[in-house]
Nanobody, 124 residues
Framework: QVQLVESGGGLVQAGGSLRLSCAAS????????MGWFRQAPGKEREFVAA????????YYADSVKGRFSISRDNAKNTVYLLMTSLKPEDTAAYYC?????????????????WGQGTQVTVSP
């Protein structure tokens, strides 16, 4: 049974930083592309960042480029999202997801497995 468990969310002031973690189990982690998505209240879930099974391949939404950094540790079956220079508009539930075999990292329907999410709230 595949499980993705996010952690690291919380309340932070604008300009601050948080690091989210997503621990995976029940899958061959090193062969999966991993993504982070977020959903703000009243909005659709959107792509944030993705990292390929080859960690040299990293992708970011324009809204977070230069502020967020995705990484992975295959020895720990964990993917991270370091978020810096946070803005109130980054407030959302953040979800990690796993998929294998697709080149469309930003497309939600390509992902096979999803976590339950962790809440990030950025105060002004």
């Amino acid at each position: 049974q595949v499980q993705l468990v996010e952690s690291g969310g919380g309340l932070v002031q604008a300009g601050g930083s948080l690091r989210l973690s997503c621990a995976a189990s029940g899958l061959s982690f090193s062969t999966y592309n991993m993504g982070w998505f977020r959903q703000a209240p009243g909005k659709e879930r959107e792509f944030v960042a993705a990292i390929g099974w080859n960690p040299d391949n990293r992708y970011y939404a324009d809204s977070v480029k230069g502020r967020f950094s995705i990484s992975r540790d295959n020895a720990k079956n964990t993917v991270y999202l370091l978020m810096t220079s946070l803005k109130p508009e980054d407030t959302a539930a953040y979800y990690c997801a796993a998929e294998r075999g697709s080149d469309y990292y930003s497309v939600q329907r390509e992902y096979d497995f999803w976590g339950q999410g962790t809440q990030v709230t950025v105060s002004p």
